[in-house]
T-cell receptor, first 111, second 114 residues
Framework: AQSVTQLGSHVSVSEGALVLLRCNYS??????LFWYVQYPNQGLQLLLK??????LVKGINGFEAEFKKSETSFHLTKPSAHMSDAAEYFC?????????FGTGTRLTIIP | EAGVVQSPRYKIIEKKQPVAFWCNPI?????LYWYLQNLGQGPELLIR????????DSQLPKDRFSAERLKGVDSTLKIQPAELGDSAVYLC????????????FGPGTRLTVL
């Protein structure tokens, strides 16, 4: 069985501060890992993905994530938060031909 | 290029009534997915199509849910009869192929069952 755990259902950061959203996974096969963002009343949009190769993955809007196999983690970071980053973020794992999502982290940006 | 189109965006029905959702994927995408998203949760796969074939419907409650993808393009998801617990957002997604590929999501249909 595969699973995704997102630590912290709500995260608040000040504008300009570091954003860190945590994701841990469990998989019996080498995983593909994804981060998606969902704005209110919209579908999910891919931020970045890890399949193979370089473990530090850069995505859109200044986000990046690092795949750490030893820690089974794929945390999402952004050096400086912007008001437009306020949204719901989902970590997802693809293994055994199935995409499994975490429960999401709502990011609030404090002006 | 148009994204994944879903209709209706919102639907309110009374329990025991039927309801249908429609999805038109991105042109050229062979794989189509239907997901269920409950409030405060991540999407959960209901069914995956490769062209016209439903290759994974293990999570689809077949007693009341049905889906079809005629001609391997657009798709319809139906619930009959709807129950109160079916209130959720139903998301459609498509990808060029399955396996490591980005899934492109539509805006979803928000269903409220009264």
């Amino acid at each position: 069985a595969q699973s995704v755990t997102q630590l912290g259902s709500h995260v608040s950061v000040s504008e300009g501060a570091l954003v860190l959203l945590r994701c841990n996974y469990s998989s019996s096969v080498p995983p593909y890992l994804f981060w998606y963002v969902q704005y209110p009343n919209q579908g999910l949009q891919l931020l970045l993905k890890y399949t193979t190769g370089a473990t530090l993955v850069k995505g859109i809007n200044g986000f990046e994530a690092e795949f750490k196999k030893s820690e089974t983690s794929f945390h999402l970071t952004k050096p400086s938060a912007h008001m437009s980053d306020a949204a719901e973020y989902f970590c997802a794992l693809e293994g055994n031909e199935k995409l499994t999502f975490g429960t999401g982290t709502r990011l609030t940006i404090i002006p | 290029e148009a994204g994944v189109v879903q209709s209706p965006r919102y639907k309110i029905i009374e329990k025991k009534q039927p309801v249908a959702f429609w999805c038109n994927p991105i042109s050229g995408h062979n794989t189509l997915y239907w997901y269920l998203q409950n409030l405060g949760q991540g999407p959960e796969l209901l069914i995956r199509y490769e062209n016209e074939e439903a290759v994974d419907d293990s999570q689809l409650p077949k007693d009341r849910f049905s889906a079809e993808r005629l001609k391997g393009v657009d798709s319809t998801l139906k619930i009959q009869p709807a129950e109160l617990g079916d209130s959720a957002v139903y998301l459609c997604a498509s990808s060029f192929q399955h396996g490591g590929s980005e899934q492109f999501f539509g805006p979803g249909t928000r269903l409220t069952v009264l």
